[in-house]
DNA sequence: CGCTTATATACGCTCTAAGTTATAAAACTG
DNA sequence: CAGTTTTATAACTTAGAGCGTATATAAGCG
């Protein structure tokens, strides 16, 4: 698994989302996703950490889950050259609301 | 399926890559993926398609396939308010680097 | 027209992701 | 310590992605 599959799961991104907020213990993100039982979310928050998107560490009983700065930063490299694609769009859109 | 699954696939990934360069036919992407038949490319290309993220157009007997500016975006969009993490990340690399 | 080329679809197979229930492990609490 | 809380893992099931082979469809060509 790697970080493009990781993040194409929505509740993976759901976690991502209030991991960006601020961190949060497990069972906070548990309740975040009442859809889902305790085992799945944690499930999930295994892959995030295997593919290096979170961080974890110990708080006594519970475990405090952090997002990484530079996980996400991977797909937007990838992403980064193909930026001239919607930009170049938007210009040429631009330009032919102005010339009207 | 939507966006994020169309992307996390690495052959699909590879097809993108392509049709950044300029538009090409079908035979043209299935060639360049020797590790797989022509259907399963074909396959590939209808999953692009229905994402969005790719456009065909008939010339005759070929189909020529090109790039859809808009449809990465959307990626680029969910992944645009996180950016800060990285870059705050640099930025308070630089700083350590700068000061010592 | 038949024949070939180009592309898409149908079908069946395999593998894995994602979910559940049940249980383990580890730390707190009276 | 016994019981509870918090989180992770195990075992199992199910749904769907991705692949190959075979076939359909449609356009070009002699």
Avoid at 29 to 51: G, I, K, M, W, Y
Avoid at 67 to 73: A, C, E, F, N, T
Wanted: charged share 30%; no cysteine; net charge positive.
């Amino acid at each position: 698994m790697d970080v493009f599959e990781a993040v194409a799961e929505p509740n993976r991104r759901h976690l991502i989302g209030l991991l960006a907020e601020r961190d949060r213990t497990a069972g906070e993100l548990v309740d975040s996703l009442p859809a889902l039982t305790q085992p799945a979310v944690s499930r999930h928050l295994r892959v995030l950490r295997e593919v290096g998107l979170v961080d974890v560490r110990p708080d006594g009983q519970r475990r405090i889950y952090a997002l990484k700065p530079d996980g996400l930063q991977r797909i937007d490299t990838w992403i980064a050259p193909y930026r001239r694609f919607w930009r170049d769009h938007l210009d040429a859109l631009q330009q032919h609301l102005e010339n009207r």
